[in-house]
């Protein structure tokens, strides 16, 4: 492989003065599942309907396969789309709707009919065959917008929110089902959301999104352990976020010194940094350990499964600690010594406090 | 806390306008086809009409002319819908206004319009003379075609604003979705837009050719004897012939007509796209209809790639569109801008151009007692009728706004009734009781003819009004102390007054130009505007009539302009 299947360059979007995307560029490679992810208003919209053919670019150029489409009408991409809200055709049956992109290609009616059929099978709807979209449930009619929009072989697969009108175990089902049904085609897929755990499932890379550009851009695993920034530290899952200074190799915060296993991401000695510590990687300090952190507990949340403990400590202001649910309850207001392994204190890189 | 009857009780002023004066009245008018001298029943009077065959002719012509006008009204009017729906909110409201204004603006003074620019010295003959294509003015009038031209110019409007309910229903994201599946724009227009936006174009296309049966303005005005329509036997029957068994059984001749076309648009379509509600099913989706868009479709993306036509981006019109909207607008409006150079001419004929600017066709209306006196006339007549509207359709709108399922329907299709009828069968109707209740001839019984031909509309647009108000701004009043009637005073009406006034002046500009009712209850003495404008013109169109009709057209455009302004946004 020369070229990654999708390459887009600099691509802008302005609308006025009001800038919708700033400059930006993204690979993705054949087969990979990457989710556009981000707060609402941040321009994940534009960028897909950019590359879908459905918005002009203000700027740059985006390659499909190494060939420049930028000007390309959308009706000759061969990129499938799946909107939010499906659009599907309300005159037309199942079927019809799903065979709509191959009457356009004049595929002949014995294909069109075995390829529909595999579609249709693919999403298990082979029994809906005949009826109008307003006669299916919400969760069907997705599934016919994805049986649609894969069902004429495209080269790139968007969806923008698909889940986005469904309630959430509906979501929960249908989210594994897109994750089967990507291991099975091997489609190159651009997915946009703003629900940090559908990316976290779905996606082979997540692309964060904030304030009309690109925040990181990394694997689910990475964007959770390594963020680096404040944003994207916050926006997926929950964090502390704490101000020091570099010394040594370590983190001065206050009176304290703090060990990080990532000392290859901390700025220069003297610097000021931030660091993030997962709420759930702090530990209640045991006998034999180093108890790097004293506070006292100020509220308990139980939440059933675990239970969310603020702590208000010598670390300025308060912190957020999850422990599991059940055993021993904890009392507000008692005193607790805490620790936290070198490597779950991971300093921000691109952040001044 | 409020008892069902009391809504009941609201309706009670329309159940007795339009009980004693429409309902009964057509129904002892209509008896009388089938009424022998006696009182017996009879099928005397419909046999010899068949053996007399002219009737059954005028009937073929009446149908063969209303059958041309709709499809050109369909045809001329759709891509002006099309625009309309999908301009941006700023643009459309301009588009609205161009449509609107031909749409309230005079069915008279817009036939006259006609008679100028086809007539032997109007411009098109005069355009055509001085371009050499013809030695000597062409008889352009008088016949089929200025007829059909005549009537869709009328009928455009209400093509347009029925298929506009349609289209602006349609999702605009489907013809987005269409491109990404590898359609081109001019094969999603036919494969997605076309089948959805049908059961609009079938809505218009009934309302049109129902109105167009009962027209009998355009063919008096602009045909020959060849074009005779069947509401102008009517006419004939009542006024020179009184021969009232046939005048009923022409009537219902074209009620029955009207009727079997409902029923069968109702069985296809569903009635409620009437009222701009989508379809029930959209049918001329499936099937042939289907097929034969399709392959038009592709037909047409064939043609323009051949021709390398830029593609429209999806969703707006191309500037073929455009351009075709924008020839239909003109068409509606420059007839009427015509007669403005006639009505400042100084000559006694129409000729064209107009010799000379001058204002003496005005200062004759103005100084002319039987013109002020009829002008005069109108203006009150058109006041007490929009009075007895808005005391007759408010209530009903209020009550109607409570009702539900089957009840609001029957409410709903009893009070459009009016709609429904070809005016000319109210009116001659009206003339039947008239004559015996000792109304021809007096205001009241031009009021009362006006006020059931205008109370649909009054009905409709207050409905509306009310349906925009938020009833819980009057729970929230309740609940801060204010007592029912302040709560009305303070807060309901201010609120609904605009809406209130914009449905009023629409009652006030349908009794402006209404002629039907005025052609019999006048008795020839007391005359509307109207009905002295068709007077004259039956007679011979002359700059006065054309200073006359301008001053109309000023008026109405006027009252439309503030009514459109004082509409609450919906
Ligand atoms: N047609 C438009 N005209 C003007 N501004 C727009 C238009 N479409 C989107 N925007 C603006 O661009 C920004 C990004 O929008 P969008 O891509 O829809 O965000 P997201 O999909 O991430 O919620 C928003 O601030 C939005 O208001
Ligand atoms: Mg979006």
Same mark, same amino acid.
């Given at each position: 492989?020369?070229?990654?299947?999708?390459?887009?360059?600099?691509?802008?979007?302005?609308?006025?003065?009001?800038?919708?995307?700033?400059?930006?560029?993204?690979?993705?490679?054949?087969?990979?599942?990457?989710?556009?992810?981000?707060?609402?208003?941040?321009?994940?919209?534009?960028?897909?309907?950019?590359?879908?053919?459905?918005?002009?670019?203000?700027?740059?150029?985006?390659?499909?396969?190494?060939?420049?489409?930028?000007?390309?009408?959308?009706?000759?991409?061969?990129?499938?789309?799946?909107?939010?809200?499906?659009?599907?055709?309300?005159?037309?049956?199942?079927?019809?709707?799903?065979?709509?992109?191959?009457?356009?290609?004049?595929?002949?009616?014995?294909?069109?009919?075995?390829?529909?059929?595999?579609?249709?099978?693919?999403?298990?709807?082979?029994?809906?065959?005949?009826?109008?979209?307003?006669?299916?449930?919400?969760?069907?009619?997705?599934?016919?917008?994805?049986?649609?929009?894969?069902?004429?072989?495209?080269?790139?697969?968007?969806?923008?929110?698909?889940?986005?009108?469904?309630?959430?175990?509906?979501?929960?089902?249908?989210?594994?089902?897109?994750?089967? /049904?990507? !291991? #099975?085609? &091997?489609?190159?897929? @651009?997915?946009?959301?703003?629900?940090?755990?559908?990316?976290?499932?779905? $996606? +082979?890379?997540?692309?964060?999104?904030?304030?009309?550009?690109?925040?990181?851009?990394?694997?689910?695993?990475?964007?959770?352990?390594?963020?680096?920034?404040?944003?994207?530290?916050?926006?997926?899952?929950?964090?502390?976020?704490?101000?020091?200074?570099?010394?040594?190799?370590?983190?001065?915060?206050?009176?304290?010194?703090?060990?990080?296993?990532?000392?290859?991401? /901390?700025? !220069? #000695?003297? &610097?000021?940094?931030? @660091?993030?510590?997962?709420?759930?990687?702090?530990?209640?300090?045991?006998? $034999? +350990?180093?108890?790097?952190?004293?506070?006292?507990?100020?509220?308990?949340?139980?939440?059933?499964?675990?239970?969310?403990?603020?702590?208000?400590?010598?670390?300025?202001?308060?912190?957020?600690?999850?422990?599991?649910?059940?055993?021993?309850?904890?009392?507000?207001?008692?005193?607790?010594?805490?620790?936290?392994?070198?490597?779950?204190?991971?300093?921000?890189?691109?952040?001044?406090? | 806390?409020?008892?069902?009857?009391?809504?009941?009780?609201?309706?009670?002023?329309?159940?007795?306008?339009?009980?004693?004066?429409?309902?009964?009245?057509?129904?002892?008018?209509?008896?009388?086809?089938?009424?022998?001298?006696?009182?017996?029943?009879?099928?005397?009077?419909?046999?010899?009409?068949?053996?007399?065959?002219?009737?059954?002719?005028?009937?073929?012509?009446?149908?063969?002319?209303?059958?041309?006008?709709?499809?050109?009204?369909?045809?001329?009017?759709?891509?002006?819908?099309?625009?309309?729906?999908?301009?941006?909110?700023?643009?459309?409201?301009?588009?609205?206004?161009?449509?609107?204004?031909?749409?309230?603006?005079?069915?008279?003074?817009?036939?006259?319009?006609?008679?100028?620019?086809?007539?032997?010295?109007?411009?098109?003959?005069?355009?055509?003379?001085?371009?050499?294509?013809?030695?000597?003015?062409?008889?352009?009038?008088?016949?089929?075609?200025?007829?059909?031209?005549?009537?869709?110019?009328?009928?455009?409007?209400?093509?347009?604003?029925?298929?506009?309910?349609?289209?602006?229903?349609?999702?605009?994201?489907?013809?987005?979705?269409?491109?990404?599946?590898?359609?081109?724009?001019?094969?999603?227009?036919?494969?997605?837009?076309?089948?959805?936006?049908?059961?609009?174009?079938?809505?218009?296309?009934?309302?049109?050719?129902?109105?167009?049966?009962?027209?009998?303005?355009?063919?008096?005005?602009?045909?020959?004897?060849?074009?005779?329509?069947?509401?102008?036997?009517?006419?004939?029957?009542?006024?020179?012939?009184?021969?009232?068994?046939?005048?009923?059984?022409?009537?219902?001749?074209?009620?029955?007509?009207?009727?079997?076309?409902?029923?069968?648009?109702?069985?296809?379509?569903?009635?409620?796209?009437?009222?701009?509600?989508?379809?029930?099913?959209?049918?001329?989706?499936?099937?042939?209809?289907?097929?034969?868009?399709?392959?038009?479709?592709?037909?047409?993306?064939?043609?323009?790639?051949?021709?390398?036509?830029?593609?429209?981006?999806?969703?707006?019109?191309?500037?073929?569109?455009?351009?075709?909207?924008?020839?239909?607008?003109?068409?509606?409006?420059?007839?009427?801008?015509?007669?403005?150079?006639?009505?400042?001419?100084?000559?006694?004929?129409?000729?064209?151009?107009?010799?000379?600017?001058?204002?003496?066709?005005?200062?004759?209306?103005?100084?002319?007692?039987?013109?002020?006196?009829?002008?005069?006339?109108?203006?009150?007549?058109?006041?007490?009728?929009?009075?007895?509207?808005?005391?007759?359709?408010?209530?009903?709108?209020?009550?109607?706004?409570?009702?539900?399922?089957?009840?609001?329907?029957?409410?709903?299709?009893?009070?459009?009734?009016?709609?429904?009828?070809?005016?000319?069968?109210?009116?001659?109707?009206?003339?039947?009781?008239?004559?015996?209740?000792?109304?021809?001839?007096?205001?009241?019984?031009?009021?009362?003819?006006?006020?059931?031909?205008?109370?649909?509309?009054?009905?409709?647009?207050?409905?509306?009004?009310?349906?925009?108000?938020?009833?819980?701004?009057?729970?929230?009043?309740?609940?801060?102390?204010?007592?029912?009637?302040?709560?009305?005073?303070?807060?309901?009406?201010?609120?609904?007054?605009?809406?209130?006034?914009?449905?009023?002046?629409?009652?006030?500009?349908?009794?402006?130009?209404?002629?039907?009712?005025?052609?019999?209850?006048?008795?020839?003495?007391?005359?509307?505007?109207?009905?002295?404008?068709?007077?004259?013109?039956?007679?011979?169109?002359?700059?006065?009539?054309?200073?006359?009709?301008?001053?109309?057209?000023?008026?109405?455009?006027?009252?439309?302009?503030?009514?459109?302004?004082?509409?609450?946004?919906?």
């Amino acid at each position: 492989m020369t070229h990654p299947k999708l390459d887009i360059r600099s691509v802008a979007k302005r609308y006025g003065e009001a800038i919708a995307l700033s400059p930006t560029s993204l690979q993705v490679g054949a087969g990979e599942f990457l989710t556009l992810l981000g707060p609402s208003g941040s321009g994940k919209t534009t960028l897909l309907m950019m590359i879908a053919g459905l918005t002009e670019t203000s700027g740059g150029e985006i390659l499909l396969d190494g060939q420049e489409i930028t000007r390309k009408p959308a009706y000759r991409r061969e990129i499938g789309v799946v909107f939010q809200n499906y659009a599907l055709f309300p005159h037309l049956s199942v079927f019809e709707n799903v065979a709509f992109p191959l009457r356009m290609r004049k595929r002949s009616e014995s294909e069109l009919k075995s390829a529909v059929g595999r579609a249709l099978e693919l999403v298990r709807l082979g029994h809906l065959a005949g009826r109008l979209p307003r006669e299916l449930s919400g969760g069907q009619q997705q599934r016919v917008a994805f049986a649609r929009a894969i069902v004429f072989d495209p080269q790139l697969v968007l969806m923008d929110e698909p889940l986005g009108a469904l309630d959430k175990k509906l979501r929960d089902e249908l989210k594994l089902e897109i994750r089967k /049904l990507h !291991a #099975e085609l &091997k489609k190159t897929i @651009v997915y946009v959301t703003h629900d940090q755990d559908e990316a976290m499932l779905l $996606s +082979d890379r997540v692309c964060l999104m904030n304030e009309a550009r690109v925040e990181q851009i990394d694997t689910p695993a990475a964007l959770y352990e390594r963020p680096r920034t404040r944003f994207a530290a916050g926006f997926v899952g929950e964090s502390n976020l704490i101000d020091g200074i570099v010394a040594g190799g370590r983190i001065r915060i206050g009176d304290q010194l703090l060990a990080t296993a990532h000392g290859d991401r /901390l700025p !220069a #000695e003297g &610097k000021p940094v931030t @660091v993030l510590i997962r709420p759930e990687r702090l530990r209640f300090a045991g006998t $034999s +350990d180093v108890a790097q952190l004293q506070g006292k507990v100020v509220d308990v949340i139980d939440l059933g499964a675990v239970r969310r403990l603020s702590i208000a400590g010598d670390l300025a202001a308060g912190l957020t600690m999850t422990v599991l649910g059940g055993g021993r309850p904890v009392e507000v207001g008692s005193d607790v010594a805490l620790t936290i392994a070198p490597e779950d204190v991971v300093p921000l890189t691109q952040c001044v406090p | 806390m409020t008892h069902p009857g009391r809504h009941l009780l609201l309706f009670a002023p329309a159940a007795l306008l339009l009980g004693l004066f429409f309902v009964a009245p057509i129904g002892g008018f209509l008896v009388q086809g089938f009424l022998h001298r006696d009182g017996a029943l009879t099928l005397e009077h419909a046999g010899r009409m068949w053996a007399a065959g002219t009737y059954v002719q005028v009937m073929v012509t009446t149908v063969k002319i209303s059958l041309w006008v709709t499809v050109l009204s369909v045809l001329v009017g759709y891509p002006v819908a099309y625009v309309l729906a999908n301009a941006d909110p700023r643009r459309k409201s301009t588009w609205a206004l161009f449509v609107l204004l031909p749409f309230w603006s005079s069915f008279l003074v817009r036939t006259f319009a006609w008679i100028v620019i086809l007539g032997r010295q109007g411009p098109v003959n005069a355009a055509l003379v001085s371009a050499g294509l013809s030695d000597q003015p062409l008889d352009l009038l008088y016949g089929w075609a200025a007829v059909v031209i005549g009537m869709t110019n009328v009928l455009v409007p209400f093509a347009i604003l029925t298929m506009v309910g349609v289209m602006e229903r349609i999702d605009r994201g489907l013809m987005v979705a269409a491109g990404t599946l590898g359609a081109r724009p001019v094969q999603a227009f036919f494969r997605v837009y076309l089948p959805l936006s049908m059961p609009g174009v079938t809505a218009s296309a009934l309302l049109i050719f129902i109105t167009a049966l009962g027209f009998f303005m355009a063919p008096a005005l602009l045909g020959s004897a060849r074009e005779t329509m069947i509401t102008q036997l009517v006419i004939q029957q009542v006024m020179e012939l009184v021969n009232w068994p046939f005048a009923a059984i022409l009537c219902l001749l074209l009620l029955a007509t009207a009727l079997v076309l409902f029923v069968l648009f109702d069985k296809a379509v569903g009635l409620s796209t009437l009222s701009g509600e989508a379809g029930r099913s959209a049918s001329a989706g499936s099937g042939m209809g289907r097929r034969i868009c399709g392959t038009l479709g592709e037909l047409a993306a064939w043609l323009a790639e051949t021709l390398r036509l830029s593609p429209p981006r999806p969703g707006e019109g191309g500037v073929g569109t455009k351009g075709l909207a924008i020839l239909a607008i003109l068409f509606l409006i420059v007839p009427l801008l015509l007669l403005l150079p006639v009505s400042f001419s100084r000559q006694e004929f129409l000729s064209w151009p107009p010799a000379g600017v001058d204002l003496r066709w005005y200062r004759e209306a103005f100084s002319s007692p039987v013109w002020l006196d009829a002008a005069g006339r109108s203006f009150i007549v058109a006041l007490l009728t929009t009075a007895v509207c808005l005391v007759v359709a408010v209530p009903a709108a209020l009550a109607f706004q409570r009702l539900q399922g089957g009840g609001a329907s029957a409410a709903f299709a009893a009070m459009i009734a009016p709609l429904l009828v070809p005016r000319m069968v109210i009116a001659v109707a009206l003339f039947y009781v008239y004559a015996r209740l000792g109304l021809v001839g007096t205001v009241a019984g031009l009021v009362i003819g006006h006020a059931v031909i205008a109370l649909p509309y009054v009905f409709i647009a207050v409905t509306a009004v009310l349906k925009t108000y938020d009833r819980r701004l009057d729970q929230a009043a309740a609940s801060l102390g204010a007592s029912p009637l302040v709560t009305a005073r303070r807060v309901t009406l201010p609120l609904i007054a605009g809406g209130i006034v914009s449905a009023s002046l629409f009652a006030f500009v349908i009794s402006l130009d209404e002629l039907n009712i005025a052609l019999f209850a006048s008795g020839g003495l007391q005359s509307t505007l109207p009905k002295l404008m068709w007077d004259e013109a039956t007679l011979r169109f002359s700059p006065l009539l054309a200073a006359v009709s301008t001053l109309v057209l000023l008026v109405m455009s006027a009252l439309v302009l503030l009514a459109a302004r004082l509409r609450p946004a919906s």
